[in-house]
């Protein structure tokens, strides 16, 4: 190493050590002469320093592996449940139509509801499509509040009362009713009857049209029909008979409604 030159920006230590003779002004030496490895520093203080160091790597190497290994426990792992990424350029396809959250076969599959024994075959496709858009739609729990809807509404018509309509039918029923009772109430006549009891009422009609839900029920009640007249005799009906009457009357709801209730739509009778 006689020819070594150490430049002044060197890392290595440069030494002229008095007590140690022999000692070369040029050469890079430790204590007493003896030669330094090379990358080696001399002194105690920067041995600990770069110990220090090396510690602070081990460490910190230590700590970004932990949190590697912790992210790919959380968000690397594949568990058969990814939802493919959504192409925003690709032509949406028949699934766009079907409401969110339902996969195909959840959509197009058989419905399971419990079903009144007398529904006939040719109504259950159409509950289905009814269930399949609203959950919550049971036929029992329907016809149950049909015929409750069925007295309520007679009741009003009777009556008079308007009012009691508004909540039960839909806007142009109620129109039609008003003008029923404007002209009975013009006429001076005065309606009687009474319905003593609904003796069936089930469901002969069902199906969707767009969002909206129709069913048709069939109601076969005893009722005493009597209208008289503004003198008070009777023109219609009579006070000790009831008479048998098989109406048909259609109930709407708005499958993505908020609001359960079903409004009546129309009425016809069975001929």
């Known amino acids: 190493m006689a020819g070594l030159h150490v430049p002044p920006t060197s890392l290595f230590a440069v030494h002229t050590v008095a007590t140690c003779p022999g000692a070369a002004v040029n050469r890079v030496r430790g204590h007493c002469g003896r030669a330094l490895p090379v990358g080696w520093k001399a002194g105690r203080s920067r041995r600990r320093n770069m110990q220090s160091g090396w510690v602070e790597i081990f460490f910190l190497a230590m700590l970004a592996g932990f949190i590697g290994l912790r992210l790919y426990h959380v968000l690397g792992r594949r568990t058969g449940h ?9 032509p949406a396809g028949p699934d766009a139509l079907r409401p969110a959250g339902r996969s195909r076969s959840e959509s197009e599959s058989p419905i399971q509801i419990d079903l009144p024994a007398d529904v006939a075959p040719d109504v259950r496709p159409g509950l289905e499509q009814i269930a399949r ?21 007679l009741e009003g018509f009777w009556k008079g009362d308007a ?38 009422a089930e469901i002969v009609g069902a199906h969707m049209n767009g969002a909206m839900a129709e069913v048709t029920v069939r109601f076969d009640a005893e009722i005493v029909t009597v209208t008289r007249d503004a003198e008070g005799r ?13 109406d048909l009357w259609t109930f709407s709801r708005h499958t993505a409604s908020p609001d359960p209730a079903w409004l009546l739509v129309a009425t016809d009778e069975e001929a």
Not at 82 to 90: G, L, M
Not at 133 to 153: C, I, K, L
Not at 171 to 200: C, I, P, T, Y
């Open 234 to 246: 009777v023109i219609v009906g009579d006070p000790a008979t009831s008479v048998e009457t098989h």
């Open 163 to 200: 009012d009691q309509l508004a909540d039960l039918v839909s806007d142009e029923m109620l129109a039609n009713f008003r003008a029923a009772l404007d002209a009975r109430k013009e006429s001076g006549e005065r309606v009687e009857n009474r319905l003593l009891q609904v003796d069936r």
């Open 133 to 153: 858009a609203d959950r919550n739609f049971s036929p029992e729990r329907f016809v149950a509040g049909a015929q409750g809807a069925y007295s309520m509404v």
């Open 82 to 90: 990814e939802k493919p990424v959504a192409d925003p350029y690709r």
